[in-house]
């Protein structure tokens, strides 16, 4: 009898888009073509030191030692897939949707149970076709060491689970998923999550350039109707501030809390400087930020 043990290890679960309906159209041609891309799958998989555990029907469930390197074989996947759903017509291109999570694993021999499999399989599940969803406590372990971006999707429930599991979809590039957004049929709210709105952006640029605007416009009425006191400082600092923690509330590179800390704490030295009678009182108020900003730092999950 194999021992049971239990260990930490990233797991990597994929599966088809759409695979039902592929196979109603050719069975035959969807098998084959699955056999052709889950060998591609494996042998990036075992190039970055992973290791394929199981697959059943039109899924994958690896595990990987390196969190990094999960997360690198799923974007080369990703990748390598689209080129061969290149030359495919639109309704037969064949895109996978990956999950990775890292967790506390029950080791059976050469298979893996437990909570940290089924939060892969539930990731995978929230992936658009062609895409990629992690776990923070993956997203904790890569977000400075690939190249690539995260966009914050909120809690995620997991059946049986008391706790939801915050998750992030990873942005790979316009050209890495093979076929038009608009030929998914993902859920909505995931979509809308995942993908920042374009005009969201434009929104954002349209108000930094109307900021920028007020601000150049005091600075010119200061300096023309000059009597020895530059009073638009004031009404700029407050706009700067306002302004970037409006950024920091959306932002989701820095935890939101501490990034509006740090933009009160440089509100709180132009305050300093704008009112200067030779003493530097925001020494104090800057070092209670500091304290409060570390704790946030150190209880964050």
């Known amino acids: 009898m194999s021992e049971t043990q239990r260990k930490l290890t990233?797991?990597?679960?994929?599966?088809?888009?759409?695979?039902?309906?592929?196979?109603?159209?050719?069975?035959?041609?969807?098998?084959?073509?699955?056999?052709?891309?889950?060998d591609a799958m494996s042998r990036l998989i075992g190039a970055h030191g992973g290791r394929v555990i199981n697959t059943w029907g039109d899924g994958l469930i690896a595990e990987f030692p390196s969190v990094v390197e999960a997360v690198r074989t799923a974007v080369d996947i990703q990748n390598e897939l689209a080129g061969l759903n290149a030359t495919r017509p639109a309704d037969g291109r064949m895109l996978f949707r990956i999950g990775i999570?890292?967790?506390?694993?029950?080791?059976?021999?050469?298979?893996?149970?437990?909570?940290?499999?089924?939060i892969a399989a539930r990731l995978q599940t929230s992936a658009t076709a062609g895409g990629i969803v992690i776990s923070s406590t993956v997203y904790d372990q890569v977000r400075n060491k690939v190249p690539v971006g995260f966009d914050f999707l909120g809690p995620l429930a997991i059946k049986n689970?008391?706790?939801?599991?915050?998750?992030?979809?990873?942005?790979?590039?316009?050209?890495?998923?093979?076929?038009p957004q608009?030929?998914?049929?993902?859920?909505?709210?995931?979509?809308?999550?995942?993908?920042?709105?374009?005009?969201?952006?434009?929104?954002?640029?349209?108000?930094?350039?109307?900021l920028a605007v007020v601000a150049a416009a005091l600075i010119a009425i200061n300096v023309l109707s000059w009597q020895?006191?530059?009073?638009?400082?004031?009404?700029?600092?407050?706009?700067?501030?306002?302004?970037?923690?409006?950024?920091?509330?959306?932002?989701?590179?820095?935890?939101?809390?501490?990034?509006?800390?740090?933009?009160?704490?440089?509100?709180?030295?132009?305050?300093?400087?704008?009112?200067?009678?030779?003493?530097?009182?925001?020494?104090w108020p800057l070092f209670g930020i500091a304290v409060v900003a570390g704790l946030r730092w150190s209880m964050r999950k």
Do not use: C
Request: a negative charge; glycine letters at 10%; proline letters at 5%.
């Open 10 to 38: 990233t797991i990597f679960s994929a599966d088809v888009q759409d695979y039902t309906r592929l196979m109603g159209m050719d069975e035959e041609g969807t098998l084959a073509t699955l056999k052709r891309y889950r």
């Open 101 to 118: 999570n890292l967790g506390d694993v029950i080791v059976e021999g050469d298979d893996i149970y437990g909570d940290g499999v089924n």
């Open 161 to 179: 689970i008391a706790d939801t599991v915050p998750s992030y979809a990873i942005r790979i590039g316009e050209d890495t998923h093979g076929a």
């Open 182 to 210: 608009q030929m998914i049929e993902p859920s909505p709210s995931i979509v809308a999550a995942a993908k920042p709105a374009p005009q969201a952006a434009t929104r954002r640029d349209r108000r930094m350039g109307f």
């Open 228 to 283: 020895g006191v530059f009073w638009a400082g004031w009404p700029i600092l407050a706009l700067a501030v306002l302004s970037a923690l409006g950024w920091a509330r959306k932002q989701r590179r820095v935890d939101p809390s501490i990034a509006a800390l740090a933009i009160v704490a440089l509100g709180l030295v132009g305050i300093n400087l704008l009112s200067w009678h030779g003493i530097f009182w925001a020494t």
